[in-house]
């Protein structure tokens, strides 16, 4: 089982930039497709951004194509999220989680480890 920790969140004003970061722990992360979710308060958790294991495939929702990069450097046992030209609508607790599947899935069930989630708000 992988152990995840967020950071680097906090409060940017829109149009601003901001990069989190996901720790794992476990010798196993590198065989772990990955992804990244958000909540809002009162809304549905829903999927950013995942990457397979290898790196080498993406996927992103529609609402950060375009300003979301996410990438993973197995070697550090780390995956990031690059958020640039931040919207208000982007103000949400950022998860990132860790799925068996070979496929990058966009379902939150079926990711097995989760972390603590980082607050990000954008002002505007």
């Known amino acids: 089982q992988v152990q995840l920790v967020e950071s680097g969140g906090g409060l940017v004003q829109a149009g601003g930039s901001l990069r989190l970061s996901c720790a794992a722990s476990?010798?196993?992360?590198?065989?772990?497709?990955m992804g990244w979710f958000r909540q809002a308060p009162g809304k549905e958790r829903e999927f950013v951004a995942g990457?397979?294991?290898?790196?080498?495939?993406?996927r992103y929702a529609d609402s950060v194509k375009g300003r979301f990069t996410i990438s993973r450097d197995n070697a550090k046992n780390t995956m990031y999220l690059q958020m640039n030209s931040l919207k208000p609508e982007d103000t949400a607790v950022y998860y990132c989680?860790?799925?068996?599947?070979?496929?990058?899935?966009?379902?939150?069930?079926?990711?097995?480890?989760w972390g603590q989630g980082t607050q990000v708000t954008v002002s505007s």
């Open positions: 476990g010798r196993t992360f590198s065989s772990y497709a």
């Open positions: 990457i397979a294991w290898s790196g080498g495939s993406t």
């Open positions: 989680a860790a799925s068996p599947l070979a496929l990058i899935v966009t379902t939150p069930y079926e990711y097995k480890a």
